[in-house]
């Protein structure tokens, strides 16, 4: 037992090279059921992980919870056993007013706005994705025709400070940090993308991103009914196809 990480409770051998991370425990199923002999792994907490085939190739999904420290738990853990390439496949929230609810966001960068990642290195450190998982992630939406927008996302701790920014007591100081990000062309929010690049980049591991989005710009709520109906699988399926091309990054 002494192999088997405490949180995700995994051991080597249980998961593939590549791991894809949704946040959310109940998405990772519908994910395994795109891969050949899927199998649960474990669940324990907020992690279930699910280990199939995809073109003979192990292929694991692990659910992470909701925002960074959860997040970096899991990456952490699963690179321990021998993950190497990462994809966050989840949802956010729009900024943009061409980001609109279903499109596809891939992440070439974050912007590090969590509590997480300081710990691991100063906030000049840059959050970047891995550049051949952002190639061919925007050429397997592209083949998809699915549409799809690259560019820089915000990853924070504080969700409904974002969506109800005009009734926080820091109103006005919240507003002008969400103009900020508008204004500096970030795509979208989410809480995890960040912690994700930083932490692969300094293992020496791939890191990609691709999300959802659930909202059109401005809205200060969420449709719980309307994501519960959106289809994910495009997004499920843009990251599966970009995977395979991969050279393996084990000796």
């Not at 085939?53 to 659910?63: H, P, Q």
């Not at 970096?72 to 900024?95: M, Q």
């Amino acid at each position: 037992m002494g192999d088997v990480q405490y949180h995700i409770r995994c051991k080597p051998g249980d998961v593939g090279e590549v791991v894809l991370l949704p946040g959310d425990p109940g998405r990772v199923e519908p994910i395994a059921t795109l891969l050949d002999r899927p199998r649960l792994i474990a669940r324990n907490r907020e992690y279930t992980t699910y280990t199939g085939e995809l073109g003979g190739r192990m292929v694991s999904v692990c659910s992470t919870g909701i925002g960074s420290p959860s997040t970096a738990i899991a990456v952490e853990e699963l690179a321990a056993i021998g993950a190497t390439t990462f994809i966050r496949v989840g949802t956010t929230g729009s900024i943009q007013q061409g980001v609109h609810f279903s499109d596809l966001v891939i992440a070439t960068a974050a912007v590090r706005d969590e509590g997480t990642t300081p710990s691991y290195a100063p906030l000049g450190y840059p959050a970047v994705a891995d550049f051949e998982l952002v190639t061919a992630m925007l050429a397997a939406a592209r083949s998809a025709k699915q549409v799809a927008h690259a560019g820089i996302v915000r990853s924070h701790d504080a969700l409904y400070t974002d969506l109800h920014a005009s009734r926080m007591p820091r109103r006005e100081e919240l507003e002008l940090a969400l103009q900020v990000w508008t204004r500096a062309n970030v795509l979208c929010n989410d809480m995890e993308t960040s912690t994700i690049f930083v932490i692969c980049a300094l293992r020496k591991l791939r890191a990609g991103s691709v999300l959802t989005v659930v909202n059109e710009p401005g809205e200060e709520a969420i449709d719980p009914a309307r994501v519960a109906a959106l289809d994910l699988t495009p997004m499920f399926r843009v990251a599966l196809t970009a995977v395979q091309p991969l050279a393996p990054m084990r000796a």
